[in-house]
């Protein structure tokens, strides 16, 4: 492993070793490195990611979470706390190992294929609250896109235990719940002729629409703001993908809005666009 | 029905793919339909005929007209008579 991760980008450095000292793990601890600059330079997808002001996130995963006591928050599942080292900017988040394990086991388990969970909503798969659920599927997503700087075989190890299908099951389908919940919502205001909210709302339904999209692709992602960009980059593959960014800019930017009726009639075409971009998925 | 006829969704009701088949949902109750069935629910639009329609499928599948016109008209109808389109002609 290289002892220094240079992000060419932003022309910043970043020395491991000195970063382990300042962290000073325990013997058995995995430790990595994951964030937008990080993202930014493994996958052609998610090129562009990352700038200057982006913090580098560590992530430890312990045994032993009463060794990290000084910290910012600590929300029991996991801890957080911040550093800077030579100009960069730390965000660190500490889970315990054990907890880990258990999730990406329920994880693995979930059966998709099951007519069963049909009707169980899909942040009720998992017997965690909304808030944990989020956190930990963000953690998966960073330990997918992430570099291993401590016990690397261990974290080899965890990343083989984790069902990469079923993470992006489980997540087309929470995003398309994300549509559906707010879908009535766009309706009764088109319908109220409230056409600033409808569109605004579409607007949102449409971001989710295209995550689930990213996600039936195998494209991964834990925070909305990435979802244009990841379509655009997508977009570069095939014709069929660019028609889809196309769309979604015109969409979202190519139609002067000037009076009520043009508000509810752009909301009206987003809800056709996501209807057609989600019943393929 | 007429082919000159244009229809339009009913913005409550989208299609859904629950475990390989496609659901119509938004209205009273869920309708499962098949691939014929999401291409012209696909293709209904509030601007095109249902000629239109019927010429996009023939166009793209290489089939019969006459054959594909007595599907998507019945299709069209029971769509009708769920509430999840209507005429706008």
Redesign the interface.
């Known amino acids: 492993m290289n002892e220094v991760m240079v992000f060419e980008k932003i022309n910043r450095k970043l020395d491991i070793n000195k970063l382990i000292d300042r962290i000073q793990p325990n013997s058995n601890d995995i430790l990595f490195v994951a964030g937008s600059l990080i993202e930014g330079e493994m996958s052609k997808h998610s090129s562009g990611m990352g700038n200057i002001n982006s913090d580098i996130d560590i992530f430890i995963i312990t045994d032993d979470m009463e060794y990290y006591n000084d910290v910012v928050y600590d929300e029991g599942f996991c801890k957080t706390t911040f550093f800077g080292l030579d100009g960069n900017s730390f965000d660190v988040e500490i889970y315990e190992y054990k907890e880990v394990i258990y999730f990406i086991e329920k994880l693995r388990k979930i059966d998709f294929e099951d007519k069963d969970i049909d009707n169980i909503c899909t942040l009720n798969l998992f017997d965690l609250n909304c808030s944990m659920l989020n956190q930990y599927m963000s953690f998966i997503h960073r330990i997918i896109n992430s570099k291993p700087i401590y016990n690397c075989d261990k974290y080899y190890n965890i990343r083989e235990q984790i069902c990469a299908k079923n993470y992006y099951l489980y997540n087309v389908r929470y995003n398309i719940n994300q549509v559906d919940l707010y879908y009535e919502d766009v309706v009764g205001y088109i319908e109220e002729k409230q056409g600033i909210l409808a569109v605004c709302l579409a607007r949102k339904l449409m971001i989710y629409a295209i995550g689930a999209f990213l996600f039936a692709n195998n494209i991964s992602f834990d925070r909305e703001k990435w979802i244009p960009l990841l379509l655009e980059n997508l977009s570069k593959e095939n014709e069929k993908l660019k028609e889809i960014f196309e769309s979604f800019k015109q969409l979202s930017f190519g139609v002067d809005l000037k009076n009520n009726s043009d508000y509810i009639n752009n909301a009206k075409e987003i809800l056709n666009w996501i209807d057609c971009l989600i019943s393929n998925l | 029905m007429n082919v000159d006829y244009i229809v339009e969704?009913n913005?409550?009701c989208?299609?859904?793919?629950?475990?390989k088949s496609?659901v119509l949902i938004?209205v009273s109750k869920c309708f499962e339909t098949n691939d014929m069935g999401?291409k012209i629910?696909?293709s209904i639009?509030g601007k095109h005929t249902v000629k239109d329609v019927i010429d996009k499928i023939v166009q793209e599948y290489a089939v019969d007209y006459s054959i594909v016109e007595k599907d998507v008209l019945d299709f069209i109808e029971i769509l009708i008579a769920v509430n999840a389109v209507k005429v706008v002609n």
């Open positions: 969704r913005i409550l989208r299609l859904r793919k629950i475990r496609y938004g999401k629910w696909d639009d």
